[in-house]
């Protein structure tokens, strides 16, 4: 996994920009994604790649499309100090994993990283740990069956007898 690098104060309308919405497509959306602080970032991001970001990441408004273009692209989770309450909730509601690190910042851009969700870590290569806060199980749970309506389908539909 390759890390993405933003500085703090990330706003939905930079992850999801207005001009980009009145398509009403996340196709549309996704290829105009963080376009003002990384250009190169929506046709280069790869599937399993994580944002690393400064504190209050996703400030702005309620616009779930934030969260949602990050899902459409593949991003894997992103790892911040800290995170606007809305889109907090509307990044795990859409399958979007958020991991609060208070030492994020020692993330550099472009670096291998893995993480254990569950364990409640970022490991960096070379071996150095950043502990991230614990995530409840049942958002864990929203998070492994691809976000609230899956899970909610998954829950409440019983499944089709072939």
């Known amino acids: 996994m390759r890390t993405w690098r933003l500085p703090p104060d990330v706003d939905t309308d930079q992850l999801a920009p207005g001009h980009a919405m009145k398509d ?4 549309t959306v996704a290829k105009h994604c963080l376009e003002s602080l990384r250009a190169e970032f929506a046709h280069s991001v790869r599937p399993g790649d994580v944002i690393v970001a400064g504190p209050n990441f996703g400030i702005g408004s309620s616009r ?3 969260a949602s273009v990050l899902v459409h692209l593949g991003v894997a989770a992103v790892v911040a100090p800290s995170y606007s309450g809305l889109f907090f909730r509307n990044a795990f509601n859409v399958g979007l994993l958020l991991l ?3 030492r994020a910042l020692e993330i550099a851009d472009g670096v291998a990283l893995r993480f254990d969700a569950r364990e409640g870590y970022v490991a960096l290569n070379g071996g150095v740990r950043l ?3 614990p995530i409840p199980g049942f958002l864990l749970e929203r998070i492994d069956a691809g976000g609230l ?3 909610l389908k998954k829950r409440f539909r019983p499944e089709e007898k072939t």
């Open 100 to 102: 609060t690190c208070p």
């Open 24 to 27: 009403g497509r996340l196709e």
């Open 149 to 151: 309506l899956p899970e």
């Open 131 to 133: 502990p991230t806060q």
């Open 64 to 66: 779930e499309q934030a």
